[in-house]
C-alpha cells in the first residue's frame, strides 16, 4: 500500500533546469525501485529512469543519460529527479512509480509497477 505525489514540474526555456520530487507515504521496502516515466502527447510512456531503495543503483534512457539525474532520501521516502540542459523533445508529463526492483529491471513501459503517481506536465520552449 504505496501513494505517491509528484511536485516540482513546470515550464523553462531550453538548456533550464528543473527538479520533480516524489513523496511516498506507507512502507517502502528496500526491495522495492522507484522509477520515473514520461509521457507526450501521441507517444507511449516510456521510462526516464529508476532507482532502488536499497542501494544507489540506478538507470537512465539514452535519451536523458548525462542530463537527468536520480536520487534518493530514504528517510523521507522521497525520490527526486534532476532536470539539466532540458530540451524541447523532454516536455511530457512526468509519473513516478513504485515496483519491485526484481519485476521492473528490463520494463521499459512501467508494465511491472504497481503503483503511480498523479503526474506533473514539463513543458521546455525553444
Known amino acids: 500500500q504505496v501513494q505517491l505525489v509528484e511536485s516540482g514540474g513546470g515550464s523553462v526555456q531550453a538548456g533550464g533546469s528543473l527538479r520533480l520530487s516524489c513523496a511516498a507515504s506507507?512502507?517502502?521496502?528496500?526491495?522495492?525501485?522507484m522509477g520515473w516515466f514520461r509521457q507526450a502527447p501521441g507517444k507511449e510512456r516510456e521510462i526516464v529512469g529508476r532507482i532502488s531503495w536499497s542501494d544507489s543503483s540506478t538507470y537512465y534512457a539514452d535519451s536523458v543519460k548525462g542530463r537527468f539525474t536520480i536520487s534518493r532520501d530514504n528517510a523521507k521516502n522521497t525520490v527526486y529527479l534532476q532536470m539539466d540542459s532540458l530540451k524541447p523533445e523532454d516536455t511530457a508529463v512526468y509519473y513516478c512509480a513504485a515496483g519491485r526492483l526484481y519485476l521492473v529491471v528490463g520494463d521499459r513501459r512501467g508494465s511491472e509497477y504497481d503503483y503511480w503517481g498523479q503526474g506533473t506536465q514539463v513543458t521546455v520552449s525553444s
Open positions: 506507507g512502507r517502502t521496502f528496500s526491495l522495492y525501485a
